[in-house]
């Protein structure tokens, strides 16, 4: 079996096993809300799930297949988790609808795509051949091009030009967004770097994983996955689930493509005809994403307004709640964001402004099969 056919196996399990552990975390919020932390079974169960996937499954995975083969999975664990859930098996039940069953075949249909006609080389790479590709002018114009955007947008948000900071919720959404998409990226990248160090030491022998590229890699990994958590958290902590997930969602997996293409030069092994597909490919399966996400957010709102309980087994890491108040109604959590819901005499409208003390997040900065703890 081709090597990238076993990292694209492994991207599902790595989905599935994500998708197991964010609901049996969200089963330990009901179950065992009256149980002290350090026993909430279901919750380390679910944690476990979520950490085999990120420092193991991910790591095969991304040393046997392309970054930006890879990349566009990452969407997929919150359908496997909507599955799941209508399903009962994980103890969360919900039931789904026409527009789930439609997103979810969406998003299949673009990861299908993007499978048959990205790069499926995969190549192994020596640490000599990563001093290279650190060196490529191509590498270093892309890395210096989004630095210099991440670098002018954060300015205008410090300078508050026309109001940006203080007027304009959407510039900081897209701003957090970006900047820990931009950490996420470089953290996958480093991740697939790592990959390829280990699997050159098991394939021969040697202790390749000891030279200094990979170490050096390893240490600023940790340093953008710390990165990316913080300004993940930022994006979900201030805009509602419909806006942050998407948005967040679709600049993680272009510039993990992007970065990808560039780095390891995947988009020169496909032909033109490949390309153009594999990018229309990436499009649907983003909006395919998108659109379950605004749909799951749509509902949880309308329980909310008519003050039924919200059907949330799609949340991302629930860990805990904050306590309902009168100013602010009861809480429920929605892909790991506290988020107050809104009184029935109210109007709905977007909260911008809530504190989340989740950080569903990608390990490594964008795990390609998920969500997954810090």
Partial sequence: MEPWVVGLLLVFVGCFSSAIGLLLMKHSTSAEAALPFFRRKFW?????????????????????????????FSGVTIVIASWLASSGLVFVKETLDWWDTTSTCIALVGVTVTSIFGSHASPVYSAADLYAYFSKPAFQAYLALSLSALAVLWLLYAANVAQLRTKAAWFSIVLFSYTSAA???????????????????????????GSRLYVVSLAVLVLCALAQLAFLHFTLANSPVSYGVPTYQTLLTVLTIVSGGVFFSEFDRMPPAHFVCFVAGVAISLFGVALHASHRHRLERAQAAVGAAPDDGHAALPIACAPASAATGPTHTAYGIEAATLAAASPPKPRFHERSRLLPATFGGGSPSGYAPI
Avoid: E, H, M, Y
């Fill in 44 to 72: 380390f169960l679910g944690f476990t799930f979520l950490i085999v996937n990120a420092l193991v499954i991910d790591v095969v995975a991304l040393a046997l297949a392309p970054l930006s083969l890879v990349a566009p």
């Fill in 183 to 209: 950490f996420g990226s470089a953290s996958l990248l480093l991740l697939k770097v790592v990959g390829s160090g280990i699997r050159v030491a098991l394939q021969t022998g040697t202790a390749a994983f």
